[in-house]
Every structure is written in C-alpha cells, then in structure tokens.
C-alpha cells in the first residue's frame, strides 16, 4: 500500500493498524518508546507483534494488548489484518525485514540506521521511493518543538547569516560498562554504534536546521577499548568508536565542528550557532531525541544572554503532549506517519530524507580511515 493505494477502510476507521516486530517486555527500545507512542496517536492501534518465537510473541502480546501475536515476523508481514509495519529490532535484521514489508506493499517505519549498512540504506531507499511507499526512520529528534524553535530562528534571520556551528556531545553508553541488552553496540560489524545512532541523531538535528554538510573531515578513536557488561562482570573487547570528531562545511558556506565523546552517564549537549548579528545556544541536561532543550541568545550589540522564551506548549499533535520520556516524540512520528499513509501527505523522515544524514555518516567514517576530507554521496530526490 503506498499513499496512492489507500484502503477506504482505513479512512472511515480512522484506525491504520500496526503490526511491531520486536517488541520484548520488561526491556528495549520498542516497549519503552514505540508502544506507549502507539497508544497515545489516535489513527493507529497495536495490531499484532512479533519477536523470534511463539512463546515471547505471545507474551509480548499480552503485555501490550495486542491481539494477534506472530513468532515469524514475515507471517506478520504477510497478514491482511496487519496494514504497516514497525521494525524495532536490532540493525543487523533491519534489511532483511524492510525489504519484505516494502515488496508486500505495506509502509514501512524503520528504526535508524535503516540499513546495516550504506549499500543497504541506498538498496532500501530506491525500492521504496520507485514502489512510492510511505516511509518514516525513528529521528524523533526532529519533531521536537525546541529544535522546530531552533529552526525557525535561523530561517528568520534573526542571527543573520550563519558563519559557523559547534556541537559537543556526551555519550551516556561509552561510560567503562554497559547493560547487557546495549552490549551489542560495541561490535563495530553491527552497524549500530555512537556513530550511526548516537551521531546520526545529533548531526540529523544539525543538518535540518542549518542545512546539509557538504564536505567533511574526520578523526575516530576507541577510548575505552575494554567495556564491563553490569549485570554480568564480563569484559568486551570495543571495536566501535567512542570519540568522533567531525569538521566541515554546510551548503551554505558555514564551518562546522563535532564531537561525540565518551561520557561519564551525563548524556548532555551544548550546542552554539555563531550568526553575524546574533548567536543562539543550545542545550539539554539528556537526550535531544526527547528531552527538553533550553534556547539563549547572544545579542552581538547587547553583548548578552537573553533565555528565548519556549513555544513547546503550541506545538506538537493531539493526544502526545502528556507524553513523557522517550515516547514523547515518537508518537509525533506516528502522527506523521498515520497522516503520510492516510491523506498522501509528506510529515515523517522518510527513508530518502533520512539517506541524506546515512550518507553523512558514511562520510564521516570514511573520511576517519582515510585522514582525507570526503563529501556525502550525491543523493535522489522524490
């Protein structure tokens, strides 16, 4: 089904039903985040879920009332009673689930990366965009209404034009120790590090509000080569980086700066865009994909700090704002989403808009292994 194949079913119900594959109770990312976003968006309901046996997929189904659950997430996909697909497990298996649900005709939200790897990310997007399926990746981050704020002040040109842009992250995972369920993050062939998640949220957020990075130069490093799992005291060898430096310039000429590094548990940002008439900064006390950010401006003349007052109580979508945690934004993708699939509008990050920041990222990999400056690959547009 893609946005010129709309079951009028769908439309008179007003109800576009999910089927979630990877949900496990009492722990991940699905049940802490997609579910309660589910629940709270009111053009979707929790159809069916699936997980890798029959016994933790009915389990998962009681858990979050589900009614149909599936040990084999392709019988799920195949299912008429099952309208769009939730790929929330970890990023090895991402390709391989996409790919079906999309050759089944159903739309497709995917949690980042989207693809293992760039060749898959690329393979994902151009079976989607020539099939014009509706799709949507898990960066949250960009319906937050302070980013949306940030956003909209760089557009007014009220800094006047941007001469540069500085972002120092803190990653919370790349503390010495880890929890079990997040251990497979320090296998570099996972395709799922602070690189292209932890990275690839930031450097999306900067990229959308500022515009795209045209070329880059990199530095990557693992400083905690040895990490401890909690919960079990063994030790893992990291082969994914935990400090990423990255440098560039923006399509409009701006200089950029970034640094993911590895955090002492304070997942904190402080982020600076230097304008000819004014500079604002960013910054939040956790996660930019759900938290609160807290918006100053500089005025160059004044020569001080001015707290921009917060326009988070006007934005969002109905039925999200009493939302809290890692939810909150996820269940305005789901708005957007719902919207996408039902009126033929274009609200999510689709998978094309999302290959624009992969790209980025792949050139920030690159570019660290070979100590030259490299630009993101040319991408099609829909």
């Known amino acids: 089904m893609n946005s010129g194949d709309i079951k009028p079913e769908l439309i008179s119900a007003g109800q576009i039903r999910i089927g ?9 990312w699905a049940g802490m985040a997609h579910v309660p976003a589910i629940r709270a968006v009111r053009d979707v309901t929790l159809q069916a879920v699936a997980t890798r046996s029959n016994e933790t997929a009915q389990a998962a189904a009681e858990a979050f009332g589900a009614p149909r659950w599936f040990g084999d997430a392709g019988d799920m ?8 697909i939730v790929v929330a497990v ?60 940030a956003r909209e002040i760089v ?25 079990q369920g997040n251990a497979y993050l320090l296998d570099v062939a996972n395709g799922a590090n602070p690189l292209t998640i932890h990275s690839g949220h930031y450097l999306d957020a900067l990229c959308f509000t500022l515009g795209d990075l045209v070329t880059v130069s990199a530095t990557t490093a693992i400083s905690r080569p040895v990490v401890v799992v909690r919960q079990t005291g063994r030790s893992i060898a990291a082969t994914s980086p935990d400090q990423i430096v990255a440098s560039g310039l923006l399509d409009t000429g701006a200089v950029v700066s970034f640094h993911m590094r590895a955090g002492s548990g ?24 759900w938290r609160p950010l807290k918006l100053e401006l500089w005025d160059v003349g004044a020569k001080q700090w001015e707290v921009v007052s917060s326009a988070a109580n006007s934005s969002g979508n109905a039925g999200t704002s009493a939302l809290d945690g890692p939810a909150s934004f996820v269940a305005s993708a789901y708005a957007a989403f719902a919207a996408d699939i039902l009126t033929g509008s274009r609200q999510s990050i689709s998978f094309t808009d999302a290959l624009a920041g992969r790209e980025t990222v792949e050139a920030i990999r690159i570019a660290a292994l070979n100590g030259i400056a490299t630009r993101p690959s040319a991408r099609a547009l829909t």
């Not at 557009?155 to 929890?179: A, C």
């Not at 304008?275 to 930019?288: D, N, P």
Request: net charge neutral.
């Open 155 to 179: 557009r007014s040109g009220r800094l006047g034009r941007v001469l540069s842009t500085s972002m120092i992250v803190n990653d919370e995972l790349s503390t010495g120790t880890i929890d």
């Open 77 to 84: 996909i195949a299912d008429d009673e099952v309208d769009a």
């Open 90 to 149: 970890k990023a090895p298996a991402h390709y391989a689930l996409v790919k079906r649900a999309l050759l089944a005709g159903k739309p497709v939200f995917c949690e980042m990366p989207f693809g293992h790897t760039i060749e898959e990310a690329r393979e994902l997007e151009a079976l989607a965009r020539a099939a014009g399926s509706v799709t949507a990746v898990g960066l949250q981050g960009r319906f937050s209404p302070w980013l949306q704020q």
């Open 266 to 289: 304070d997942p904190s940002f402080v982020w600076e865009i230097q304008g000819e008439k004014a500079m604002l900064r960013v910054t939040s006390k956790g996660y930019l994909m």
């Open 20 to 28: 979630l594959i990877g949900a496990t109770p009492g722990r991940g």
